[in-house]
């Protein structure tokens, strides 16, 4: 028994060779019956989610909370839910490796095919999950000191509308030209509702590299839920700089993601 529940484990990438030894371990007989076979339109749905099932027991944590025993019951599970134990799917894989070898394979494509469905479909929601994060950033994906158009900002003054821990990420370029003197991030939070001295909460601060090249910043910040909150400053502190410096800056890539609070 516990060799053919470990064949069944292995089942989609050892498909043949499980339906020998499934054929070996029911001892020798002249001709598989088709009495008490899995369908067909069933048996994907059986391989699919065993297949699905040997997938979450390759997980470390699962492993670890999951005896041998209770791994070869999931498998058992899998094929029971459908109504079948798992010397019927021995019976039916050994009957189609013997007579119906070709239907086997299609039988095989249509499982993978279930599965690269599913992958897809993952990828898909993660895809979009990824971008109603990157939304959380109110402004421009962009900016550039000096501005082209010869309207430079003030500043950052953005009201988040989101609570949680996020990341606060960017790429930044200081050009060779630009006169800042030991360029540091200006960034903070402002709570208008709180006493004055807690009003201000400062990012952590980021000293940047004067090279002429572009380098990828991150800021992990929280905030608290129920607080209208505040982005102010900007991506380079220029409040300690001479007022005439030259400055030619460039921040792109601005990203605000994270895990909002439910």
Known sequence: ??????????????????????????????????????????????????????????????????????????????????????????????????????SLIRIYDLALGRLSEMELRFVREAVLVRLRMEDLWPGEKSYLLPDPFGDDPDGLDMELTESGTFSLSFSLTIHPDDQTIDPVSGLFLYYPERPDSLQIDQFSTLRFIKDGREHNYSILKTIPRGSTVFLRGWFVDHQNQHPGIEKHISVRNITFTGTPFR
């Open 1 to 102: 028994m516990r060799v053919k529940c470990e064949a069944i484990r292995f089942i989609l990438p050892a498909l043949i060779i499980f339906a020998l030894v499934a054929g070996s371990c029911t001892g020798q007989k002249s001709r598989p019956e088709r009495k008490g076979l899995i369908p067909e339109n069933t048996l994907v749905d059986v391989i699919t989610d065993v297949y699905l099932a040997d997938g979450l027991l390759t997980l470390p944590r699962m492993r670890y909370l999951v005896s041998a025993k209770d791994s070869l019951e999931t498998f058992a599970d899998a094929i029971g839910k459908y109504g079948y134990t798992m010397d019927d799917m021995e019976k039916t894989l050994h009957y189609y490796f013997v007579k119906k070898p070709k």
